[in-house]
């Protein structure tokens, strides 16, 4: 049932996403500025296109076949209905004659064989994912900037490289390993039986002691899964899940723009045709409002609610005073609301400011002549002089590429929101330390349950508890020569 009502919620999940989705712009209005929690999942894993004849490449007039997000949708909900189904069945017949033991003729679980079943059989899922699904029908694959991805089959690497989190051949190569080593450990407990000893300390008869197992895996998975989601990995590429806070906190995308810039007028191009050749995905990465840690946990609704859908770039600023000094504007940290504007020389020292006390500026625009001018985007070539206009343009620049946006689409009240890699690190480290503490409750429950219920450790007899194991009873059978 559990399984049931995680597929049920992936597949609705799925349909409503569907339901608003715009795959009208695949740069400026991806799925992870509109909130999508659930298709870039199905999107990492080759599902790309919808039966409405739109891919999320941009793409239009596809014919994605069955497998289509609508497709997958359909399957999960199906696949729920189905486990709804046979849950209910186990309910109703659960004292089936495959779980009596055959020595006693009562019901018992060999819950250590059981595990050997489960470990064999998601070890064959495993090592299937990574042999075939990855190596023939593919994955998103991207370069480190976000600007080329594509679905294509992988091979694995097994040396060094395959343990690099941004390695995709990596992930093709662990999934294979996992799986061959969890098809061998699942023979293993269905072929063999633990010592006595073993058994009894680990309670491997324990229901609560296979809940406190299970528990443990999943914690360790919840904490695994919010770390390559915050800090990034090959499983979780920008143009499915948006960039990091620290590609902002480190100028990433800044710094390639730059250099694609410079290389452009090593080769004899101006600033201007160096700026446009930019790809405006890139220069779009480089904003602040982009950043998973700019927007808050807590504001409801997606990055287009907050500060709207951009329309196109509107250039590279780029700022001077009077004495000819190239500036830069200072940019705003990730967790700043407001920062003062402070223009900076190559050097770092200041030259320019936007004051709070106009009555002490010494470096206000009117005092240093800040101009600005624009290479590239929409204003490509335009020089402004008047400092009201300067000043605008330079609270832009302090958020990094200066973009146009329309906020009246999706009523957008201007207050940044946060992407899903901020959703999906929060819920699953949350997750995590929930899994935590019921662990250490049920294995505790598990291995000390004697003690906190009073048992007398040395009965011999199985029997209901509250009836006859307690302290002191003198009507169970001890164990012979503890007595």
């Known amino acids: 049932m559990h399984t049931a009502l995680l597929a049920g919620w992936a597949g609705s999940m799925a349909l409503y996403e569907l339901a608003i989705f715009d795959p009208s712009d ?16 199905m999107a990492r894993l080759g599902i790309t296109g919808s039966w409405q004849g739109w891919d999320i490449t941009g793409a239009t007039g596809v014919d ?22 046979a849950a209910v069945w ?19 679980l060999d819950l250590p064989r059981i595990f050997g079943i489960h470990l064999l059989l998601a070890g064959l899922t495993c090592f ?5 699904h990855l190596s023939t029908v593919g994955m998103w694959v991207s370069d480190s900037y976000g600007l080329s991805g594509h679905i294509e089959p992988v091979a694995p690497v ?14 093709v190569a662990n999934h294979v390993g996992a799986g061959l080593l969890g098809i061998i450990g699942g023979i293993f407990h269905i072929t063999n039986r633990p010592g006595e000893r073993l058994y009894r300390n680990l309670r491997m008869g324990s229901l609560e002691g296979v809940l406190a197992s299970a528990l443990a895996a999943v914690l360790f998975v919840s904490f695994v899964v919010s770390g390559t989601m915050w800090y990034g990995s090959a499983t979780t590429p920008i143009e499915l899940f948006g960039p990091t806070r620290y590609q ?33 995905q890139l220069a779009f990465y480089d904003y602040v409002g982009n950043s998973p840690a700019k927007g808050g946990l807590f504001r409801v609704g997606a990055l287009v609610n907050g500060d709207g859908v951009p329309t196109g770039w509107q250039g590279h600023v780029s700022f001077s005073d009077k004495e000819g000094n190239e500036l830069e504007v200072r940019r705003i940290p990730n967790f700043f609301e407001n920062f003062p504007v402070i223009l900076e020389d190559k050097d770092g020292n200041v030259r320019a400011d936007i004051p709070f006390r106009r009555a002490e500026a010494k470096y206000s625009f009117e005092q240093t002549g800040i101009t600005a ?37 999706y009523k957008s009240d201007g207050v940044f929101r ?48 509250g009836l006859f194991k307690k302290l002191g009873d003198e009507s169970t059978r001890r164990v012979p020569g503890r007595a």
């Open 26 to 41: 695949a740069v400026l209005n991806p799925m992870w500025r509109q909130g999508m929690y659930v298709m870039p999942f």
């Open 128 to 132: 299937g994912f990574g042999a075939f």
């Open 158 to 171: 097994w040396g060094a490289e395959g343990f690099n989190p941004f390695s995709a051949g990596g992930i």
């Open 90 to 108: 186990h309910w109703t017949y659960w004292d089936l004659e495959l779980w009596e033991d055959s020595r006693t003729g009562e019901p018992a």
């Open 64 to 85: 994605p076949g069955f497998w289509s997000f609508e497709g997958v949708a359909a399957a999960h909900i199906v696949f729920s209905g189905l486990l709804m189904l």
């Open 418 to 465: 946060s992407s899903p890699r901020a959703w999906f690190t929060y819920a699953h480290a949350c997750f995590g330390l929930l899994y935590l503490f019921g662990h250490w409750w049920h294995a505790a429950r598990t291995l000390y349950r004697d003690t906190f219920a009073g048992i007398d450790p040395d009965l011999g007899d199985q029997v209901e508890f």
């Open 373 to 409: 001018t624009i290479y590239g985007g929409e204003l490509n070539g335009q020089t402004f002089t008047d400092p009201v206009v300067v000043k605008r343009l330079a609270r832009k620049a302090q958020l990094g590429e200066s973009f146009k946006f329309d906020r009246d689409r």
């Open 248 to 280: 902002w906190d480190s100028g990433y995308f800044k710094t390639e723009i730059n250099r694609r810039v410079q290389t452009a007028i090593n080769d004899g191009a101006s600033k201007a045709e160096a700026f446009s050749s930019i790809p405006e």
